[in-house]
């Protein structure tokens, strides 16, 4: 990720805080399995190398990067898979800035942050965004 894309951020008392994204630049985790290629399972790691991308995925998560957002691939793969996962993602052509292994099982997350947080399901085509408004659960205290 470049410099551009971040810009400083400060505490209420005034010291430096975690960076933020520059206006505009939005940071798009993505899952793999099931998102952007058929749903395959650890179990069936022979699979992960010869999985086919969903061509919208594909052109939409491209797009993103060309225009300046990053793109993290998150996913339930474990360590033992990255190196199948990195070489199917450079063979297909997917731009990316990292790539997080790992992440729990199961699905129903509740991400809980100190930033703004979106989440979008993904159900079976990959588009650009559209703003839409629906009824979220926050902590009581929510302003």
Known sequence: MSEEQFKEALNEDGSLASPVLADGVKN????????????????????????????DALKT????????????????????????????????GFKYHSLLMGKPRGGNYHWIDNHMVRA?????????????????????NHK
């Open 28 to 55: 798009y985790l993505i899952d793999i399995d099931g998102t952007v290629t058929e749903d395959v399972p650890n179990e069936e790691p022979e699979r992960m190398a010869t999985c086919q991308p969903f061509p």
């Open 61 to 92: 998560l491209n797009e993103w990067y060309d225009d300046g957002h990053v793109i993290c691939f998150f996913t339930s793969r474990t360590e033992e898979h990255r190196e199948v996962t990195e070489n199917w993602l450079q063979e297909h």
């Open 120 to 140: 979008t399901r993904y159900t079976g085509e990959f588009t650009h965004l559209v703003e839409k408004e629906v009824t979220i659960e926050v902590f009581k």
